[in-house]
DNA sequence: ATTAGCACTCAATCAATGAGAGTGCTAACA
DNA sequence: TGTTAGCACTCTCATTGATTGAGTGCTAAT
């Protein structure tokens, strides 16, 4: 169903004070503010309409409007123009990307920390799993006379360290060897792949040294559980601090806590992503907690998996801004990706 | 200036139930609670006596006493036993030390967990910088033609790495003796004291490969820079959210803003920490922005420098349970650091 | 179909009131 | 002289009631 032109107009005048003033809408003042050429009356006809219609409600009989939740998705979908960086936000942008980056994390980070800027709401960036990459270069370097440092290097150009013990008998050129004998049959292989058997066969190879092989196995083991995890990345989750609809501490500390913990957020998100920019609106989210926030979504591609890039905020929300902004820094995310870090 | 035993006695209940209550304690209640052998009258005349000493105020005339922030002063310096933590939760931080420690970072990470799970304060854990610590080990590992990874290993386990862009023509076995030439020039060179004549050397030595040796220098140019500052480590900041003193939206927000920046954490912290735990209460602290906020620190040795191990909370808080935990905590993570982790 | 006019509704604000908690003071008591 | 009971007094907090004002819905006129 698609509404007229004139109550479409109403609606976005309604959602657009509404989301700036976090006030309901009457009638009067939206004919004043944006200079229609119709009465307020009018207006108010119309505004009964788009209420039976389900795209308003009333707070109570003498209050203005507000749009409802399915007033948003309808806006959305039929009358959404997304709104993208402008000049001085993307000088901002390069500025950021520019500096002396270190590590992907790094950049990770920092478009994070400008999503949640340019857009006042809370951001998250997932990075999945590296599980998909592929084995490199293994490395055992001699610390002291019992420990040594695994380094594991893979294609993505992500590392992994982690301490091991060994035998104070084994020599540094020993420990040189071994490592280059994980490398020979490691090298290639997707960090998923391992082969039980491969390393097996290692240990039979090996056996002279077989504390050694034991500990790397153990340590990359480890390791290996360690990464199976994507990642995440919050920023700006004070922003909620500032919308008049978090006043109340209980709800304020709920959503505070999700925003915190990072197996949290990844619960609440919506389970399929695609690369478009993916809107949910309030009661649409199925997690229970965050039925008045909307989440602002995109996928980006990470080293041939779906990584994850969005806002969450409050159900009156800039939608067009935010959605706009993620859809830029999708792209931008993909860029750099593309561009293959090694 | 001490005070005798009845009066000690009194502002020792006060202070307790206040702790507890954040609400002023009146002379009946105390006298029920604590069932003390003198009437709510003697109470009374004790309270004004310890009102003029500056021990108690009230917030208006016909409500209770709260502790005035000399009387917790007080309280602090003169009267609290330290409370060390009871076997349920030596039980639980043992079971948090022994899971799986892959890095340093990482125990770091989870006492400073532990402290706010105890406490129910935000805890802070400041790990000094590792410019003390010595170069080990320095490895070049190609990933792509134009691209390698270089490593730089350290004494204390702690790990660099970036990735560096390289000329095509060198081949791995070219970037492995680089990587050896470093390592004998700045193996057991504390961090802090690189001396640019031996690198200059090193630059000349290998006149050959001038544009790797480049990349290289620029490359630990920019990570000794990262390395510099000493990392924070802030845990449970949403502890100040149950706090009824910071129910005001501002005030939290203010508070919150600080516990979520590791440089502003770093600013409010006093300037000078022993290895005592040290109390500073409300006004006490130099920061404006915490003057209604305790702060318990205290020091450990971390490879020769002094980190921080604390909480922060409101001005009416359980210092007793506070400094003991800190304490118990500050002992644990020098006991683990002594353990040397190389 | 649109608009002006008007009665009506309801939340928000403010002042007045009363209850309750707690004090300070006085006088009696041990 | 230190302690206690008793009582008047103070101040906050919660409740109530009146007032205000923004905004609506309806009706009648345009």
């Not at 107009?9 to 004043?32: C, F, M, N």
């Not at 503010?33 to 219609?53: P, Q, Y």
């Not at 610390?143 to 993505?156: I, Q, Y």
């Not at 360290?161 to 490398?183: M, N, W, Y």
């Amino acid at each position: 169903m698609t509404l007229d032109k004139r109550k479409s107009q109403i609606l976005e005048s309604i959602i657009r004070d509404y989301v700036d003033t976090a006030e309901p809408v009457g009638s009067r003042s939206i004919v004043k503010k944006h200079n229609l050429k119709i009465s307020a009356a009018t207006v108010r006809n119309e505004m009964a309409d788009l209420e039976e219609m389900g795209y308003l409600e009333q707070p109570h009989t003498s209050a203005g409007r507000i749009p409802s939740q399915v007033g948003f998705r309808y806006y959305v979908d039929c009358m959404m123009q997304k709104e993208t960086l402008d000049d001085s936000e993307l000088d901002l942008l390069n500025r950021i990307l520019n500096e002396n980056i270190g590590e992907w994390s790094d950049v990770v980070g920092r478009v994070g920390g400008f999503l949640s800027q340019i857009t006042n709401y809370a951001s998250f960036v997932i990075v999945p799993s590296i599980k998909l990459s592929e084995f490199k270069n293994i490395q055992i370097i001699p610390m002291s006379d019992r420990t040594a440092m695994l380094l594991v290097v893979t294609d993505v150009g992500v590392l992994m360290h982690r301490k091991i013990d060994v035998p104070p008998a084994v020599s540094a050129e020993e420990l040189q060897l071994i490592g280059r004998a994980f490398t020979r049959v490691l090298s290639g292989t997707k960090l998923e792949e391992i082969r039980r058997n491969e390393l097996k066969a290692l240990r039979e190879e090996l056996k002279n040294r077989r504390k050694v092989i034991d500990s790397v196995l153990e340590a990359v083991e480890i390791m290996m559980q360690g990464c199976r995890d994507e990642s995440v990345v919050i920023s700006g989750a004070l922003n909620i601090l500032n919308e008049p609809e978090f006043k109340d501490l209980d709800k304020l500390k709920r959503i505070l806590t999700i925003l915190e913990e990072d197996v949290l957020l990844k619960q609440i998100l919506p389970d399929t992503v695609s690369e478009e920019v993916n809107i949910t609106i309030g009661n649409e989210n199925k997690a229970e907690d965050i039925k008045e926030m909307s989440l602002v979504v995109a996928g980006y591609n990470n080293f041939g998996e779906m990584g994850k890039i969005g806002v969450i905020g409050p159900v009156r929300m800039e939608y067009w801004k935010a959605a706009g902004t993620v859809e830029s820094l999708r792209n931008i995310l993909d860029q750099v990706l593309n561009k293959k870090y090694f």
